[in-house]
């Protein structure tokens, strides 16, 4: 590999691997380490230059996917907006439907306390009745019992005089035989 076989600047791969065994016995020059260095150089502003492009092709990349994350944010922060609306929609028509059932049950209520007062004057009118017929009924069982005690009294009474009676005359014969 010294300058007199190597005039040429060849790329550096080839170089390596289409070497020959007597020139890597050689001794390298001053030449051909210059030359290397500038094929190594060379090499470098070819990857400097393609960094630059593959920067480029990033920053143009980052961008657009910066740019369709904002419209994703867009998006999103659309339908949040509607699914929003739509929530306070359904709050709305819940709202409706709770106060419309409060209404139901508010006349339900007052239809309740309507059959119950009437149902309550019912069954006062009855039991004010029932009263009156138990009363009278008792008055009537009285009336017999009183009946009753008055013939019982007067049994008794003259049950007790004809036992008196029979006593009497009981103890007055006995007397009489004695």
Avoid: C
């Amino acid at each position: 590999m010294n300058a007199t076989n190597n005039l040429a600047l060849a790329p550096r791969g080839t170089t390596v691997v289409n070497h020959d065994n007597q020139a890597m016995n050689e001794p390298a020059t001053k030449q051909d380490l210059r030359n290397q260095g500038i094929l190594i150089d060379s090499e470098f502003v070819k990857v400097d230059s393609q960094l630059v492009i593959l920067r480029t092709d990033m920053n143009a990349g980052f961008d657009r996917v910066d740019g369709q994350f904002t419209n994703l944010r867009t998006d999103m922060d659309a339908r949040f907006t509607k699914v929003d609306s739509q929530i306070t929609n359904l709050r709305t028509d819940m709202d409706a439907g709770f106060d419309r059932v409060d209404g139901q049950f508010t006349n339900l209520r007052t239809d309740m306390d309507g059959k119950f007062t009437n149902l309550r004057t019912d069954m006062d009118s009855q039991f004010i009745k029932f009263r009156a017929e138990m009363s009278e009924q008792f008055s009537k069982v009285y009336t017999m019992f009183d009946t009753k005690q008055v013939e019982l009294n007067k049994t008794l009474f003259k049950f007790g005089s004809l036992y008196f009676t029979m006593m009497f005359a009981v103890l007055s014969i006995e007397r009489w035989w004695r």
